[in-house]
């Protein structure tokens, strides 16, 4: 069953195709990748391993690769399946990170991320991580997913974030939205990229619409119910922060 309604399919034409361009019209978006990968380093399973057992990560919606990058540059212990459903972009990943395919400490899976998660077992896998992909999701579809990343993630299982948190606050949340325009105006028009220009205020207006936008305290509230225990948001810029949760 097609399910692209369920979740934004900007990125399959020329979003995807030049996404390297948001390191410059939303730096921010670079660093919460980092942060990703960072939080990971000092994770340790809860459950009784045998051996060296390296850790399992489930990455939702790679992109280009470049939170994959930042995950497999944390630690070396880990095995990454990276799913994503868009091939322009999925490609450009396998294309840059092929060694780490060939490594075997990486495999890339072309599927939306509740198909995906739903076909593993229950308390399989350590990690569930993602950035700048969940709020491209419609509410009741971002609701299952996240049921389905506590079902398989293990107990004390991590579940880590780097997203568009919206500002409880709406005048403060909107007065950022502002100054994010004004960097694509800066960034596109000084590289004549009129078509992209547009293509991200187009897309823009869907990270903040009612049935995408993911306000902090609602998005706390939704890892409550799902299960997750003391989800926190912190390192905040802007309109972006880092939300963190485990399974008990």
Same mark, same amino acid.
């Given at each position: 069953?097609?399910?692209?309604?369920?979740?934004?399919?900007?990125?399959?034409? &020329?979003?995807?195709? !030049?996404?390297?361009? /948001?390191?410059?019209? #939303?730096?921010?978006?670079?660093?919460?990748?980092? /942060?990703?990968?960072?939080?990971?380093?000092?994770?340790?399973?809860?459950?009784?391993?045998?051996?060296?057992?390296? =850790?399992?990560?489930?990455?939702?919606?790679?992109?280009?690769?470049?939170?994959?990058?930042? =995950?497999?540059?944390?630690?070396?212990?880990?095995?990454?399946?990276?799913?994503?459903?868009?091939?322009?972009?999925?490609?450009?990943?396998?294309?840059?990170?092929?060694?780490?395919?060939?490594?075997?400490?990486?495999?890339?899976?072309?599927?939306?991320?509740?198909?995906?998660?739903?076909? /593993?077992?229950?308390?399989?896998? !350590?990690?569930?991580?993602?950035?700048?992909?969940?709020?491209?999701?419609?509410? !009741? @579809?971002?609701?299952?997913?996240?049921?389905?990343?506590?079902?398989?993630?293990?107990?004390?299982?991590?579940?880590?974030?780097?997203?568009?948190?919206?500002?409880?606050?709406?005048?403060?949340?909107?007065?950022?939205?502002?100054?994010?325009?004004?960097? @694509?105006?800066?960034?596109?028009?000084?590289?004549?990229?009129?078509?992209? /220009? %547009?293509?991200?205020? &187009?897309?823009?207006?869907?990270? %903040?619409?009612?049935?995408? #936008?993911?306000? %902090?305290?609602?998005?706390?509230? $939704?890892?409550?119910? #799902?299960?997750?225990?003391?989800?926190?948001? $912190?390192?905040?810029?802007? &309109?972006?922060?880092?939300?963190?949760?485990?399974?008990?």
């Amino acid at each position: 069953m097609d399910k692209s309604y369920l979740f934004n399919t900007d990125f399959s034409g &020329v979003l995807g195709e !030049d996404y390297d361009l /948001l390191k410059h019209i #939303c730096p921010t978006a670079i660093e919460m990748s980092h /942060l990703v990968g960072s939080t990971i380093k000092g994770y340790t399973s809860a459950t009784t391993r045998s051996g060296t057992a390296p =850790l399992t990560v489930i990455e939702l919606g790679c992109g280009t690769g470049i939170t994959t990058l930042s =995950l497999l540059s944390a630690r070396s212990d880990i095995l990454i399946t990276a799913i994503d459903n868009e091939p322009t972009m999925l490609n450009q990943a396998k294309k840059s990170l092929a060694d780490y395919v060939k490594s075997e400490r990486l495999s890339f899976l072309e599927e939306d991320a509740l198909s995906a998660l739903s076909t /593993l077992p229950d308390n399989s896998v !350590d990690i569930i991580a993602s950035a700048y992909t969940l709020h491209n999701f419609l509410n !009741d @579809y971002r609701n299952e997913v996240l049921e389905q990343c506590y079902r398989v993630l293990i107990p004390g299982g991590l579940f880590i974030n780097g997203d568009r948190y919206g500002l409880d606050d709406i005048s403060a949340h909107t007065a950022l939205i502002q100054q994010e325009v004004s960097q @694509y105006f800066k960034v596109l028009t000084a590289l004549k990229r009129i078509d992209l /220009l %547009e293509h991200w205020i &187009v897309h823009l207006f869907s990270d %903040e619409s009612q049935n995408h #936008c993911m306000r %902090e305290s609602a998005a706390i509230r $939704q890892m409550v119910t #799902c299960g997750f225990t003391t989800p926190v948001v $912190q390192d905040r810029n802007a &309109v972006s922060a880092l939300l963190t949760a485990m399974k008990a």
